[in-house]
């Protein structure tokens, strides 16, 4: 089973107002990514946890956080939302780091709508 | 910084006619290239990957790859309705602690019947 499972599907939020977005694996593997994606932009790498260490994207790194209390879970965090922060969010697992040659999971998305 | 590029932005083909989708990158210590594919509201979802030199087949689906060129090139054999997508490239440089993927903004492919 290579399923990446992200809840919810749609997620409607006000400006000025935290979004927490759910992600889970059953593969067991060592790697979770968050995403950002716009229309007509490719998909941005917003941060990873490999393992318990999280990375995250100098130029991301003020807007979100995240958690992963266990190898499992995944959650991303805004703690204010603003209207640009209106996307779909991608998360991914990989067995080790991406750039190993190894295959990144996609889940299906949570598209965030902030107004 | 690695720079993925796809062209054509979008791309119409009729029922059953091949459709080619070309990417170039730019770091030339790149060995991971990888094509996936989104469906209107959903997930990525991976069709292939290459690491080297040549040709490697999934199903309908053909990367070949030329790095001394910078191109790697996604075809697709006899494609449906149902293969109309987004299709992103996604290229990588494996070892060290580079875990990112560098993706291209997509190719939109509509397949006509």
């Known amino acids: 089973d290579t399923t990446v499972k992200q809840n919810p599907r749609y997620k409607l939020a006000r400006v000025g107002k935290p979004v927490n977005l759910i992600c889970s694996q059953t593969?067991?593997?060592?790697?979770m990514y968050w995403y950002q994606k716009k229309p007509n932009q490719a998909p941005k790498l917003l941060l990873f946890?490999?393992?318990?260490?999280?990375?995250r994207e100098a130029d991301t790194f003020e807007k979100f956080q995240s958690s992963r209390p266990n190898n499992s879970f995944c959650s991303l965090y805004i703690g204010s939302a603003g209207l640009e922060y209106s996307a779909m969010y991608l998360c991914?697992?990989?067995?080790?780091?991406?750039?190993?040659?190894?295959?990144?999971?996609f889940g299906s998305g949570t598209r965030l709508t902030v107004l | 910084q690695q720079k993925v590029q796809q062209s054509p932005e979008s791309l119409t083909v009729s029922e059953g006619a091949m459709a080619s989708l070309n990417c170039t990158f730019s770091d030339r210590s790149s060995d991971n290239f990888r094509w996936y594919r989104q469906h209107s509201g959903k997930g990525l979802e991976v069709l292939v990957s290459?690491?080297?030199?040549g040709e490697k087949e999934e199903g309908s689906f053909t990367a070949h790859l030329n790095r001394a060129s910078l191109h790697v090139f996604l075809h697709i054999r006899e494609p449906q309705p149902s293969d109309s997508a987004l299709y992103l490239c996604?290229?990588?440089?494996?070892?060290?602690?580079?875990?990112?993927?560098?993706f291209g903004k997509g190719t939109k492919l509509s397949v006509k019947s």
């Open positions: 290459i690491f080297s030199d």
């Open positions: 593969m067991n593997h060592d790697t």
């Open positions: 991914a697992s990989s067995r080790r780091l991406g750039g190993s040659a190894e295959t990144l999971y």
């Open positions: 996604a290229v990588s440089v494996s070892g060290g602690s580079n875990a990112k993927l560098t």
């Open positions: 946890y490999y393992d318990k260490i999280l990375n």
